[in-house]
C-alpha cells in the first residue's frame, strides 16, 4: 500500500504520525507535487494521496476521504500570485508546474474580479526571480511561495481573494483515494488527529527546516490553515467545481497552458 504525500508545511499535520513511523506494516510513502500525485493516483502507482482539489473534478472515479482537507478561510499565505507590475498590467503569468487547484482558481480570480485573461507558461518555481524574468507574474504555492522574497513586489494571496469573491473558504486539497476504504479512512483520521496535536513540534522542526521562525509556521498551521472538512469547506469546494465548470476549465484543464522549461 502505497500513500502519496506533499512535501509541503501544511501537509505535516496529515501525515506527520506515519512519518514518525506510526504506520501500518506493508505501507509505503510516496512524495511528489499536487500534479504528479494526481497522475500516480490515476495510473494506479498509489493508493491514496492529499491531492488538488481540481483533480477531483476531472477525475470522478476517484473517491475522497470525508472529514478532511487543507483549506483557508480567509489569506492562506502560501498560495500567492507574486508581480513587478499592478494587477491591472498583467498579461503573462507563470505556474508552479505542480500547481492544479492554485493554476485554475487564480484564472476564475482574475476573470470574475479583475476582467483580465492572461497567457499562461508553467515553470519549475525555483526561483521565483527567473520566473518573473519571463512573465509579468508566477504563482507559486506551498513552502516555495512561504519562503520567497516578496520586497518589491505585488502580492495576490489566492484565498484571500476567493473568500472576497464567494464568501466561502478556499479548497486547495484532499485526500483522495481509488478506492476509499474503511481501513485508509480510519488510517488517515487517526494520522490526522495526531497531528493536530501536536503542532507545536510540527512547528519548531518544520521553522529549522525551512528558515521562518516558530511563530510563523506555528501561526499558519494553527490558524491559517483549515484541517476539517465541514458544510462551509464542502460549500467553497462544490463553488470551485461550478465555476471552473462555467469558465470551461475542465475540458481545457491546465493543459491549455504552455510548458516552459
Known amino acids: 500500500m502505497k500513500l502519496g504525500c506533499l512535501p509541503y508545511l501544511n501537509v505535516k499535520p496529515l501525515i506527520y504520525s506515519l512519518e514518525q513511523g506510526e504506520i501500518p506494516s506493508g505501507w509505503e510513502l510516496v512524495y511528489a507535487p499536487p500534479a504528479e500525485l494526481a497522475k500516480m493516483l490515476v495510473s494506479g502507482?498509489?493508493?491514496?494521496?492529499?491531492?488538488?482539489?481540481?483533480?477531483?473534478?476531472?477525475?470522478?472515479?476517484?473517491?475522497v476521504c470525508?472529514?478532511?482537507?487543507?483549506?483557508?478561510?480567509?489569506?492562506?499565505?502560501?498560495?500567492?500570485?507574486?508581480?513587478?507590475?499592478?494587477?491591472?498590467?498583467?498579461?503573462?503569468?507563470?505556474?508552479d508546474y505542480g500547481?492544479?487547484?492554485?493554476?485554475?482558481?487564480?484564472?476564475?480570480?482574475?476573470?470574475?474580479?479583475?476582467?483580465?485573461?492572461?497567457?499562461?507558461?508553467?515553470?519549475?518555481?525555483?526561483?521565483?526571480?527567473a520566473m518573473l524574468d519571463q512573465?509579468?507574474?508566477?504563482?507559486?504555492?506551498?513552502?516555495?511561495?512561504?519562503?520567497?522574497?516578496?520586497e518589491g513586489l505585488y502580492i495576490l494571496d489566492l484565498a484571500e481573494e476567493w473568500k472576497k469573491l464567494t464568501g466561502l473558504p478556499a479548497v486547495f486539497?484532499?485526500?483522495?483515494g481509488r478506492e476509499m476504504t474503511d481501513e485508509i479512512v480510519a488510517v488517515l483520521h487517526e494520522s490526522c488527529?495526531?497531528?493536530?496535536?501536536?503542532?507545536?513540534?510540527?512547528?519548531?522542526?518544520?521553522?529549522?527546516?525551512?528558515?521562518?521562525?516558530?511563530?510563523?509556521?506555528?501561526?499558519?498551521?494553527?490558524?491559517?490553515i483549515t484541517y476539517r472538512l465541514g458544510e462551509r469547506e464542502a460549500e467553497g469546494l462544490a463553488?470551485?467545481?461550478?465555476?471552473?465548470?462555467?469558465?470551461?476549465?475542465?475540458?481545457?484543464?491546465v493543459?491549455?497552458?504552455?510548458a516552459v522549461g
Not at 474580479?113 to 507558461?121: A, D, K, M, Q, T
Request: hydrophobic residues 40%; aromatic residues 6%.
Open 173 to 176: 486539497a484532499l485526500w483522495v
Open 99 to 129: 500547481s492544479l487547484s492554485g493554476a485554475n482558481m487564480l484564472r476564475i480570480i482574475l476573470a470574475e474580479s479583475y476582467g483580465l485573461h492572461p497567457r499562461f507558461l508553467r515553470m519549475t518555481p525555483h526561483p521565483v526571480s
Open 66 to 95: 470525508p472529514g478532511i482537507c487543507i483549506a483557508a478561510d480567509g489569506p492562506v499565505k502560501s498560495v500567492l500570485m507574486l508581480s513587478r507590475v499592478m494587477v491591472q498590467n498583467i498579461n503573462t503569468i507563470a505556474l
Open 239 to 253: 463553488v470551485f467545481r461550478s465555476k471552473c465548470l462555467e469558465h470551461s476549465l475542465l475540458n481545457t484543464c
Open 193 to 224: 488527529e495526531k497531528g493536530l496535536s501536536q503542532l507545536e513540534k510540527i512547528a519548531k522542526e518544520e521553522s529549522t527546516r525551512l528558515g521562518l521562525s516558530f511563530e510563523t509556521c506555528y501561526e499558519y498551521l494553527s490558524t491559517t
Open 135 to 150: 512573465c509579468d507574474a508566477a504563482l507559486v504555492i506551498g513552502d516555495p511561495a512561504m519562503t520567497c522574497p516578496r
Open 255 to 258: 493543459t491549455s497552458v504552455e
Open 45 to 63: 502507482e498509489i493508493a491514496a494521496a492529499p491531492v488538488s482539489s481540481f483533480a477531483t473534478f476531472t477525475h470522478p472515479e476517484l473517491e
